[in-house]
């Protein structure tokens, strides 16, 4: 069940409106990243001025060029480590859209979902990458001293966060809070090894991006697969 639900998330993936989800997610933080550099540009130009005489130089008239290059190098280079995060938050956002597509697809004729309030499912998606980013912030200060254990723990620990978070959101759509939390206790080892082999695309550049669609996707079909036992 574990494999298969995986696979479904992969093939959910391929339908036109995870895809938007993804493109989304991903043009949202490009344009939150080109936004920021050009609001450093603007305080560049506001701090530095335009000519500044510095003894056994003389005028430099280059300071704010290079002020401007540096820039673009900063936010280039926080890019390959921001990247996959920030738009893995973006996406959190539309995770519910994911559900609801594999739902119409898999699971017709299901009642209406339980639905929850704006600020409870920006509090459940805000919770969940900030849990997910701060944990892993955390492993890396211990990667080092536990080497040849480090797969295990990144795969073990994300396995834990994935399974959780996903879960939860797939269930909180069909059931209340404490439902979930139940179905979940009863499911615990079946629910972590999906999360673990969810956690294999994060080490994976560019597939890293749609590690959140998918597993929206897959978590969606674990959910009624558990549900029904």
Not at 47 to 75: E, K, Q
Not at 175 to 200: C, E, H, S
């Amino acid at each position: 069940m574990i494999v298969s639900v995986f696979l479904r998330g992969w093939e959910d993936l391929l339908r036109p409106g995870a895809l938007k989800i993804v493109g989304l997610g991903v043009a949202l933080s490009l344009g939150l990243f080109v936004a920021l550099y050009f609001a450093l540009l603007w305080v560049m130009g506001w701090v530095l001025p335009d000519t500044l005489t510095l003894p056994w130089i003389g005028t430099v008239t280059w300071l704010r060029t290079a002020a401007d290059w540096a820039t673009l190098g900063l936010m280039m280079f926080a890019s390959i480590f921001l990247m996959v995060p920030v738009a893995s938050a973006f996406t959190g956002f539309f995770l519910e859209d994911v559900a609801e597509l594999v739902e119409k697809e898999h699971y017709p004729n299901l009642p209406e979902v339980r639905k929850l309030s704006f600020l409870e499912g920006l509090g459940d998606t805000v919770r969940f990458f900030g849990v997910i980013i701060v944990a892993n912030l955390l492993a890396l200060m211990i990667y080092p001293f536990v080497i040849p254990f480090a797969p295990l723990l990144f795969f073990g620990m994300n396995g834990y966060l994935l399974g959780r978070e996903y879960f939860q959101m797939a269930a909180l759509r069909r059931m209340d809070r404490g439902a979930a939390r139940a179905l979940y206790d009863r499911n615990r080892a079946t629910v972590w090894a999906t999360g673990a082999l969810m956690a294999l695309p994060l080490s994976i550049p560019i597939l890293n991006l749609v590690v959140p669609v998918v597993g929206a996707a897959a978590f969606t079909h674990l959910f009624h697969r558990l549900a029904r036992r």
